[in-house]
């Protein structure tokens, strides 16, 4: 398996989470924090985290801290090779 196709199934195994296309869709309408995510995904705080760290891992997320908050926004590229937005 080329490192590309290990790259691809991570992706697809990643999206397939729970929260990954809740959170996905959410940040359609742009970047957010990380406490904004898990309120409109019902999520626990901690488990948007781990979510939304695994889409950043998984290169679909960008994730930049501003003080004491971290901002989600979608790597579209990524994630339109996946899911048309």
Do not use: C
């Not at 691809?8 to 990643?14: D, L, Q």
């Not at 979608?74 to 899911?83: F, G, N, P, Q, T």
């Amino acid at each position: 398996m080329t490192e590309a196709e290990k790259k691809s199934h991570k992706a697809i195994r990643t999206i397939g989470g729970r929260l990954a296309f809740p959170i996905i869709i959410f940040l359609k309408g742009g970047e957010s924090t990380l406490t904004e995510v898990a309120v409109a995904t019902g999520a626990s705080l901690s488990n948007a985290y781990h979510a939304a760290d695994r889409l950043r891992k998984a290169g679909f997320l960008k994730w930049r801290k501003d003080g004491w908050h971290s901002h989600y926004s979608l790597e579209a590229d990524e994630v339109r090779k996946y899911i048309v937005l």
